[in-house]
Nanobody
């Protein structure tokens, strides 16, 4: 059951930045790890980044380290994904998830409907 809501996607030029947000509709995210995933057309969903419930631990897909930053604000029950130096190959639907799956989408308890990110000139 989808109980997370992503926002912040859109069209951006190569080299630009976007911040995606994730919130839960019926529960607080505070006690869950948050993960971000993406799925490009014709490709499998892939891990982007994850953050522990406290924010002390983070993990990234190797190919995205240095460009993407995951964060959270437990006071607002929000998760974020800052994306810099965007490339056309970053074009995908981006999903957030909450639970204990870390880099494994199917192991998360909750997921969202996704937000489209398109990188194009």
């Amino acid at each position: 059951q989808l109980q997370l809501v992503e926002s912040g996607g859109g069209l951006v030029q190569p080299g630009g930045s976007l911040i995606l947000s994730c919130t839960a509709s019926v529960f607080a995210l505070n006690y869950y790890a948050i993960g971000w995933f993406r799925q490009a057309p014709g490709k499998q969903r892939e891990f982007v980044a994850a953050i522990s419930w406290s924010g002390a631990g983070t993990g990234y897909a190797d190919s995205l380290k240095g460009r993407f930053t995951i964060s959270r604000d437990n006071a607002k029950s929000m998760g974020y994904l800052q994306m810099n130096s965007l490339k056309p190959e970053d074009t995908a639907v981006y999903y957030c998830a909450a639970g204990g799956g870390w880099s494994n989408w199917s192991s998360y308890n909750y997921g969202g409907q996704g937000t489209q990110v398109t990188v194009s000139s």
